[in-house]
């Protein structure tokens, strides 16, 4: 486990952030191949294991938190039978007494990242979700989930629409990150 934040790719524990991205592994190996069975080949049972992942890669101390998935993009869900990042942010959200879940962000249209360019991902990253009117408490601690951090284009998106909704406390974790 590598224990680092993909935004700054620093340890964890030197990221200075405002929002961390905790990041378990880099984008190779077993735990590639783990990621990729369940969301390609809609191996539904990895959940657990990968939540396993995350609760690993977060602090033990982190304190009450309201887990949030990224939404996954509808054609996908249809495509793989089930929504991947649903029902990891679900898994882990049963791993600890302090956390709870709720489905925040929903897609705003049926954009799809796979195949775009860089500069067009980024645009799509902009469009691609909404906030929930009235579903922020700026009390709370809200943890962004999802599976790989490659551009970060989502996350960062994710995270702006967050603070904008009024969001104070923000973090995010993630599996997998490519590296630099
Ligand atoms: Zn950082």
């Known amino acids: 486990m590598v224990k680092i934040c ?3 790719k620093q340890n964890i524990e030197k990221c200075k952030c405002e929002v961390p991205v905790y990041t378990a592994f880099y984008r190779d190996g077993l735990m590639k191949e783990l990621t990729e ?3 390609y080949q809609s191996i539904r049972g990895l959940d657990k294991i990968l939540a396993e992942m ?3 890669a977060l602090p033990k101390d982190f304190g009450e938190a309201v887990i949030v998935p990224l939404p996954t993009a509808p054609k996908h869900i249809r495509e793989r039978g089930f929504d991947h990042t649903l029902r990891l942010a679900k898994a882990l959200a049963k791993r600890r007494e302090a956390f709870s879940f709720c489905q925040v962000l929903y897609r705003n249209k049926n954009t799809v990242q796979v195949g775009a360019n860089a500069k067009t991902r ?4 902009k469009e691609a979700y909404l906030v929930k009117s009235g579903a922020i408490d700026a009390n709370r601690t809200y ?4 599976d ?3 551009t970060g284009a989502s996350m960062e998106s994710a995270i702006d629409l967050m603070k904008k909704a009024g969001a104070k ?6 599996i997998l990150t490519a590296k630099k």
């Open 169 to 174: 406390y923000l973090a995010a974790a993630v």
């Open 54 to 56: 995350l609760d690993i």
């Open 148 to 150: 790989v951090w490659t």
């Open 6 to 8: 993909s935004r700054c």
């Open 37 to 39: 069975d369940y969301k």
């Open 143 to 146: 943890l962004l989930i999802d």
């Open 122 to 125: 980024k645009k799509q990253a």
